[in-house]
């Protein structure tokens, strides 16, 4: 039997850019989605913790696919937890298409903070009531990857607004991805690749700020560091492109 | 007995603002997603007209929100589409909360462009094969209204990017809609008001182009106008907010 929840999905309309296959945005927000509605389901969800004045915030994540689904293709996104530490728990999640065959996987690592000191919280309380929810089937794809400081070659600039940011208060996880992709030329996002993306979270962003998006090519990587108005390092990336 | 079909949303953590209500864009999505798979269903959507190197293109709207619903709340949207001309038509929308009454409604105009000269094209083909989901339900609220040049007193510059444009290679609706209530203070966009949108489309923009979003308020309504870098009129928008 496959541990986890099994969440259905197809590709809307809204999902798919001109080539008629979906973005890459929109399954990796439905990974995202589907985080926050399986921790939900199981009790150790956003609005749970949020009454212990702790909330969810994603530290690291790796995302393969080896192709993107086409409009109105059936997807699933099975997802688990796995026993991990006091300050990480990891989440994996296997995409497969409508013939049950896997088209991409993840695995991610997230801390809770206190949102009054916005400092990481002991997670053991937390995994000790949802014991039942852990399962020890290993992540299906390599661990989230080291990045390193970038020297980056190109750069954009990106004002925060309104839409950027989410009930947390600061920019959405789906955002930074979208700011990457978008500066990435677009014949490398549109045509048909594998794509292994790595991402790492180091400090929080918030509205007001101007974030400028570095970039250089190496190989079939590219790697990305987004940068505050201060400078201080805002979250690293890998977009592995084969 | 109710005209149309009605179709059914929660406000999902991934829609909401850090006030906890729904961002205007979230439902917006959903009431153009509404009109594509509603038409798709009665056989006249996007992939149906395609086959005969046709498109649908939003030409006009009006959207009215009495209040925007809470996180995790239900909403219904009910569409339909009345009988209009051979150019233009009309599908209005009402949406309702888990009570059943109204919290907002919408009005909307669609072209038909043939693909390859991306000029109209004659409506009375596609409407006399679905004279069965035609219905004399009136708008439920004003039409869109008349929006002539604005003397813009402020502007934000915008590079179209990659997760702008959509299945017709053009910016999508909602990202021109996105860009707008971006443009505006954040304490306007987030405290509780009743607001009526009216978007008047005048011209494609396309990946490549640098958008200028000019805008000026006047008493309660915010006066958009969208140009691109040759200074052509893309689209007129009115927020006006109570």
């Given at each position: 039997m496959k541990v986890g929840n099994v969440y259905d999905f197809k590709v809307e309309p809204?999902?798919?850019?001109f080539t008629l296959r979906s973005r890459l945005t929109a399954v990796c927000g439905n990974l995202l989605n589907v985080a926050g509605q399986d921790a939900h389901r199981n009790g150790f969800g956003t609005v749970a913790v949020m009454r212990d004045n702790n909330s969810w915030v994603l530290s690291r994540m790796a995302i393969e696919f080896d192709y993107m689904p086409n409009q109105y293709d059936d997807y699933k996104i099975r997802t688990w937890i796995v026993d991990s530490g006091r300050v990480i728990s990891v989440r994996n999640f296997v995409i497969t298409n409508g013939n049950d065959e896997p088209l991409g996987r993840a695995t991610s690592q997230w801390c809770m903070i206190n949102?009054?000191?916005r400092r990481p919280s002991d997670l053991t309380p937390v995994l000790e009531s949802c014991?039942?929810?852990?399962?020890?089937?290993?992540?299906?794809?390599?661990a989230p990857r080291k990045l390193g400081a970038v020297e980056t070659e190109t750069a954009v600039e990106h004002r925060i607004v309104y839409?950027?940011?989410d009930f947390n208060r600061h920019v959405n996880t789906l955002r930074y991805i979208e700011m990457m992709v978008d500066a990435l030329p677009i014949e490398v996002v549109a045509e048909p690749h594998k794509i292994r993306l790595d991402l790492h979270f180091v400090k929080e962003s918030i509205y007001g700020q101007t974030l400028t998006i570095g970039y250089r090519c190496e190989e079939d990587k590219w790697l990305f560091e987004i940068k505050d108005n201060d400078g201080a390092v805002i979250c690293r990336a890998s977009f592995e492109i084969r």
């Open positions: 809204q999902d798919v850019d949102l009054s000191t014991r039942q929810y852990i399962f020890d089937e290993p992540a299906p794809c390599e839409s950027d940011i």
